[in-house]
């Protein structure tokens, strides 16, 4: 590549370094806010940070109004980057239209990721979705039963990698 | 827009790099062809996943890919904070006196090609390719959008417009760090800009060993 006349000695080539630094300190405090909204937001958003749902061994139950809302995920080992069937079940819980569930891991936000689940029995429900992988490696993630008319559940849970 | 936070973290150093390689005040061009390389693999990947249906496929397909990529970034973000002060006799990557000696002339042969700035466009392309959680969840979404079109056609088109209005989404963060990092106007002092090269391959090294654990 031809010399511009421009050109200085590699060793004289130090541009004004302190837009660079600003900008990597910029980053690095963002970072920091990131990485501690990550792990205080669940508390501050009101969402649990820790595991309640060991959904790897069998399905889930959480109370909702006056009956209880149940979570399977199949096949398992519950796994990332799988297409997953969601399957809810209710117990004296009614549903003015068909639930939903929002993914998402507690305190990132990872964008909307939901799955819409259709009848597939009286009080059965099932869908497919996908849990994506979060590069930071963190496995734990949130299943947000939303139930039209009465209310929502949440489970969180590990997923494998 | 979402995940501002998200977005700046992983992918602030790259920017803020990018931005410490370029000839000062000369930022903006490079970075908007970086973005536009970026946003070019996510509508292709929306294409794909539109087209086919199906996330999964794809994702299992580029998995390896992109742990290789990761390691590319980091190694190039190492590069690019050892060229900068001189440790290593290989210039400014991307600016008009680059002349690559040795093993890495083969490695940034083409790039060296390219007149700069414009090299940044195909790094654009390459990274776009690094595994994000967003990415992912945007192409779950291009995926069920295309399966719901019920035409494979008109699922690709459905896929590659939402990854293209995805990657616009993170581009004003990007842009606005890696301008500030562009900014000159404090006073020259090596010692200060030598530490800046230490954060960066900090950085790089922190992305090599995300890609080694991925």
């Given at each position: 590549?031809?010399?511009?006349?421009?050109?200085?000695?590699?060793?004289?080539?130090?541009?004004?370094?302190?837009?660079?630094?600003?900008?990597?300190?910029?980053?690095?405090?963002?970072?920091?806010?990131?990485?501690?909204?990550?792990?205080?937001?669940?508390?501050?958003?009101?969402?649990?940070?820790?595991?309640?749902?060991?959904?790897?061994?069998?399905?889930?139950?959480?109370?909702?109004?006056?009956?209880?809302?149940?979570?399977?995920?199949?096949?398992?080992?519950?796994?990332?980057?799988?297409?997953?069937?969601?399957?809810?079940?209710?117990?004296?819980?009614?549903?003015?239209?068909?639930?939903?569930?929002?993914?998402?891991?507690?305190?990132?936000?990872?964008?909307?990721?939901?799955?819409?689940?259709?009848?597939?029995?009286?009080?059965?429900?099932?869908?497919?979705?996908?849990?994506?992988?979060?590069?930071?490696g963190r496995r734990t993630w949130k299943a947000t039963v939303s139930v039209p008319g009465t209310g929502s559940a949440e489970f969180v849970f590990d997923v494998v990698y | 827009m979402v995940g501002f936070g998200h977005c700046v973290g992983m992918c602030g150093p790259l920017a803020v790099s990018l931005s410490l390689s370029l000839r000062q005040g000369k930022v903006l061009i490079p970075h908007l062809l970086y973005h536009a390389g970026r946003i070019t693999t996510y509508a292709l990947l929306g294409a794909v996943v539109g087209l086919t249906g199906s996330f999964t496929g794809v994702a299992s397909r580029i998995a390896g890919i992109q742990k290789g990529v990761m390691i590319f970034a980091g190694v190039l973000i190492i590069l690019m904070g050892l060229a900068m002060v001189g440790w290593i006799p290989l210039g400014r990557i991307f600016t008009d006196s680059f002349r690559p000696i040795g093993f890495f002339s083969r490695a940034f042969r083409r790039l060296n090609a390219a007149p700069s700035p414009e090299a940044c466009y195909p790094v654009g392309l390459v990274l776009g390719l690094l595994p994000c959680g967003p990415v992912y969840t945007a192409l779950v979404a291009a995926a069920r959008a295309g399966m719901e079109s019920g035409e494979p056609l008109q699922g690709m088109f459905t896929g590659l417009w939402l990854m293209i209005a995805f990657g616009l989404g993170t581009v004003p963060a990007l842009l606005l760090l890696g301008r500030i990092a562009g900014l000159g106007w404090l006073t020259k002092r090596e010692v200060i800009y030598r530490l800046s090269s230490v954060l960066m391959v900090a950085l790089g090294v922190y992305f090599i060993v995300k890609a080694v654990l991925f």
């Open positions: 590549m031809p010399c511009s006349p421009n050109d200085r000695p590699l060793s004289r080539v130090v541009p004004k370094p302190h837009g660079g630094l600003v900008g990597l300190l910029l980053c690095l405090v963002v970072m920091g806010i990131a990485l501690c909204s990550s792990s205080g937001g669940a508390r501050a958003q009101g969402a649990p940070a820790a595991v309640d749902c060991v959904i790897q061994t069998g399905p889930c139950t959480k109370t909702l109004a006056d009956g209880t809302v149940t979570l399977d995920i199949t096949p398992k080992p519950v796994r990332a980057m799988r297409d997953l069937t969601f399957t809810v079940t209710f117990s004296r819980v009614k549903a003015a239209h068909d639930p939903v569930i929002d993914l998402g891991m507690p305190g990132m936000i990872m964008g909307p990721n939901r799955v819409i689940l259709k009848r597939a029995g009286d009080t059965t429900y099932q869908g497919t979705g996908v849990i994506v992988r979060c590069p930071s | -």
